[in-house]
């Protein structure tokens, strides 16, 4: 069943370039969290014709990141584009957002790219991710005065808990299932 929110037209979409820019400026300054991510492969686009779902669940989801389906992939390819997947956000929601917690919620996503692209996405180990929660709480979705993470100083995470991420015996796979 989909939801179109009662209304029935198609999303429309814009590409977010300066999320590009701050997931490329997340790699460099935190590349041993970061390993596993290629800014290239990922592409943000804003929803425009929408306005983000009334929640029941707090905190609702904020943004899903998705793997091109193979198919999708082939065609890019072929023309050049060597996107593996897409990150979706309301532009109501983005528009709102500040520098950091723009910056968290895309570290966010992009932290369910897997170290080798087969297969599915990263799962949240604990419901989200450990060393976000370790850093910020369990409800930093929503925390007012996130720290900035490219223009202050290298924030401190927890390594160990984005190895044990990559370290499971195999992915499991998580299209559609986020919450954040
Ligand atoms: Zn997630």
């Known amino acids: ?46 929803i425009t014709n929408k306005e983000p779902p009334e929640g029941k669940k707090q905190p609702r989801r904020m943004a899903q990141i998705q793997k091109i389906s193979p198919i999708m992939r082939a065609v890019l390819f072929h ?50 991710f450990a060393f976000m929660i370790e850093a910020e709480g369990v409800d930093w979705a929503i925390k007012e005065n996130l720290p900035d993470l490219i223009h202050g100083d290298t924030y401190k995470f927890n390594e160990a808990l984005v190895t044990r991420l990559h370290m499971k015996d195999e992915y499991v796979l998580e299209e559609n299932a986020d919450k954040k």
Do not use: F
């Open 79 to 128: 023309h050049g584009i060597h996107v593996i997947y897409t990150i979706e956000i309301n532009m109501v929601d983005w528009m709102g957002w500040g520098p950091a917690r723009r910056q968290w919620i895309l570290l966010h996503e992009v932290s369910h790219i897997p170290a080798l692209n087969e297969g599915g996405l990263v799962k949240h180990d604990v419901e989200d």
């Open 1 to 46: 069943m989909i939801d179109y929110g009662g209304d029935m037209a198609e999303k429309e979409y814009i590409v977010i370039e300066e999320a590009a820019t701050i997931i490329a400026e997340l790699k460099n300054k935190y590349p041993k969290i970061l390993w596993a991510v290629e800014p290239s492969s990922v592409v943000t686009l804003g």
